[in-house]
């Protein structure tokens, strides 16, 4: 255990950010999963809106810092691709 005053800030503060990045990466993830069970799904009009709301999600974890600009652009051009490729 840490007994210099920084040191136990550090650690209460990393917790915190370990917290937010948790429940930002939570959030991606679930949007994620209903653009695909759209596609499951096969609701064309599901997964747009799905999409949008997926896209939204990623740019948000991209500005508070938790994802890299590049993990997030990859993520939504799949996505992207795989409503496109619906019939």
């Known amino acids: 255990m840490a007994n210099i005053k920084s ?6 503060v990393a917790e915190k950010r370990a917290a937010r990045n948790k429940s930002i990466r939570s959030k991606v993830k ?3 999963k209903k653009v695909d069970a759209a596609i499951a799904a096969n609701d064309k009009a599901a997964a747009q809106a799905a ?4 896209t939204s999600e990623l740019a948000k974890a991209v500005t508070k810092g938790v994802y890299h600009k590049n993990t997030s652009s990859r993520k939504i051009s799949r996505l992207n691709h795989a409503v ?3 019939s």
């Open 51 to 54: 999409l949008k709301g997926a």
């Open 30 to 32: 679930t949007a994620v």
């Open 84 to 86: 496109s490729k619906m």
């Open 7 to 12: 040191a136990k800030k550090r650690i209460l």
